[in-house]
């Protein structure tokens, strides 16, 4: 067996990143129709933070849990090639964590919903209750920079163990400092503006049917 991914840490955000939309949008748009646009619009505009936005939707939820979490789950589609492009990394021998704001549990469900290999997920907890009103637990580990309330570039150097290289996929606010610390990165939306703006070569994309093929390529010309 070869092994092109060797010492290889794939970072994926999960949100518009693994999956088509934004599930927790979705869900959001589902239970309490535009009223959880206010906080977004409050964000756009710079005036409260990506988590804190976050905190405030969910916080508008009234759903029972079991309820919100298969919501969460069922809003959840693959973007077209992840399947084979996962097995392809872990066959390869990279190593691959999830690191979202999400909820840690649907993206569990997911997983398991798609039978897909097992990956380490570093995500969001749910707390609360619907009566008194949902929180967001955000990962313990995601402490704060200069920029991010939990920074995801905390956790990445929190789970770096020894890899030579890291590829990073995104498409959002909170991904930035991971970009920055990345050897590869791959950028949609948001993320992939930001980037442009920093001046950080990035790898446009959609799917992932190609994506195997570019880290091939980075990995054969080092
Ligand atoms: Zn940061």
Not at 134 to 153: I, M, P, Q, S
Request: hydrophobic fraction near 45%; charged fraction near 25%.
């Amino acid at each position: 067996m070869t092994t092109p991914f060797e010492r290889l840490l794939v970072i994926l955000d999960y949100d518009g990143t693994i999956t088509v939309d934004d599930c927790n949008e979705v869900v959001l748009q589902q239970a309490v129709g535009d009223a959880w646009r206010v906080s977004d619009e409050a964000m756009q505009r710079g005036e409260i933070s990506p988590n804190e936005a976050f905190r405030r939707q969910i916080g508008l939820l009234r759903v029972p849990r079991p309820e919100l979490l298969a919501m969460t789950v069922a809003a959840a589609r693959l973007r077209p090639g992840f399947r084979d492009f996962l097995a392809g990394l872990l066959d390869g021998g990279a190593r691959v964590v999830i690191v979202s704001d999400g909820l840690r549990e649907a993206i569990a469900a997911v997983w398991e919903r798609e039978r897909l290999p097992a990956v380490e997920i570093h995500a969001s907890e749910l707390l609360g209750d619907p009566r008194t009103g949902y929180d967001v637990g955000f990962n313990t580990l995601a402490l704060a920079c200069e920029r991010c309330e939990h920074c995801k570039a905390h956790v990445l150097r929190h789970v770096r163990n020894g890899e030579v290289r890291v590829a990073v996929f995104g498409d959002g606010d909170g991904d930035l400092c991971l970009a920055r610390h990345a050897d590869i990165v791959f950028a949609r939306r948001r993320l992939a503006g930001l980037c442009a703006r920093e001046g950080i070569a990035f790898h446009p994309f959609d799917g992932y049917a190609d994506a195997l093929a570019a880290l091939e390529a980075t990995a054969a010309s080092r």
